[in-house]
């Protein structure tokens, strides 16, 4: 369980200080599929960062399992984010190294940073990598280099890594925004497939609106900083839709 309690998010620009998250509350159960949308700037990933403790927030509180994460000592702070799987719009894999290095990557948070700068993973490590490997389908392509992978298939190694981490939460930014409608689906039905068999909570960005209707939970909607939306995808009305984007405004 997630609780997130009043967070503010000021950052200093060039032009003054600019929030980014306002007053934003709300909680996530455990096992939750969250949606997230807006416009571009609204503060979605300044969310997303937020609930890994990437970033403090200027005000409030994350309390994950009755822990406040933005006051946990360095340490504690790295053991927390190891629990926290975390998928980008660009993959951020290393390309020259094979799917199974890379996802073998998802356990050095569990390894002595030695025997992570060694690559001495423990039996128990490569077993799990290559089961996450199994489970989106490319142990055909474990010794392959990620960079003669398509898209697709690279997101589906950031997911096995992901995986790898044995999270208790997923996050994903954008994690189909350079992916075709068919391989955007299949990333969000994996996503799925996770949070339905293991109960990883997700939390997820994501810009196609139809995408977040069909395969979450639960919609948020930031706008501005603000949370403006928090319920189930048949509770967003169209009318709410065009308040969130700002169309109506855009077209006055
Ligand atoms: N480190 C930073 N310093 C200053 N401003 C920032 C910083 N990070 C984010 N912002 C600003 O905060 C606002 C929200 O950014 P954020 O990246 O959360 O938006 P977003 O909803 O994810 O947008 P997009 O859909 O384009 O990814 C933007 O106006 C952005 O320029
Ligand atoms: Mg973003």
Do not use: C
Not at 104 to 124: A, E, V
Not at 160 to 183: G, K, S, Y
Not at 207 to 228: C, D, K, M, N, P
């Amino acid at each position: 369980m997630i609780e997130v309690k009043n967070v503010s998010q000021t950052f200093q620009t060039a032009r003054g200080p600019f929030q980014a998250l306002a007053d934003v509350s709300l909680s996530i159960p455990k096992g939750d599929f969250v949606a997230i949308i807006g416009r571009s700037g609204a503060g979605k990933s300044t969310f997303l960062r937020t609930l890994n403790g990437l970033l403090i927030p200027s005000q409030g509180q994350v309390v994950v399992a009755g822990t406040d994460i933005t006051k946990l000592p360095k340490r504690e702070l790295q053991k927390y984010r190891r629990s926290v799987g975390f998928i980008f719009q660009q993959f951020n894999l290393v390309t020259r190294l094979s799917v199974l290095d890379n996802v073998l990557h998802g356990r050095l948070g569990y390894l002595p940073t030695w025997r992570g700068l060694l690559g001495l993973y423990s039996d128990r490590d490569y077993q799990i990598a290559r089961q996450q490997i199994a489970r989106v389908d490319l142990s055909a392509k474990e010794t392959a280099r990620v960079d003669s992978l398509s898209g697709g298939q690279m997101q589906r190694v950031a997911i096995a890594r992901a995986m790898a981490q044995e999270p208790t939460l997923m996050l994903a930014d954008e994690p189909a925004a350079n992916l075709d409608p068919v391989l955007s689906e299949e990333v969000m039905r994996t996503l799925r497939r996770f949070n339905d068999t293991d109960g990883v909570t997700v939390v997820i960005n994501i810009h196609t609106l139809e995408l977040a209707r069909q395969y979450a939970r639960r919609i948020i909607a930031f706008r501005r900083g603000r949370l403006v939306f928090d319920g189930t995808p048949e509770e967003l009305t169209e009318e709410l839709v065009d308040e969130i984007y700002e169309r109506k405004e855009m077209l006055a």
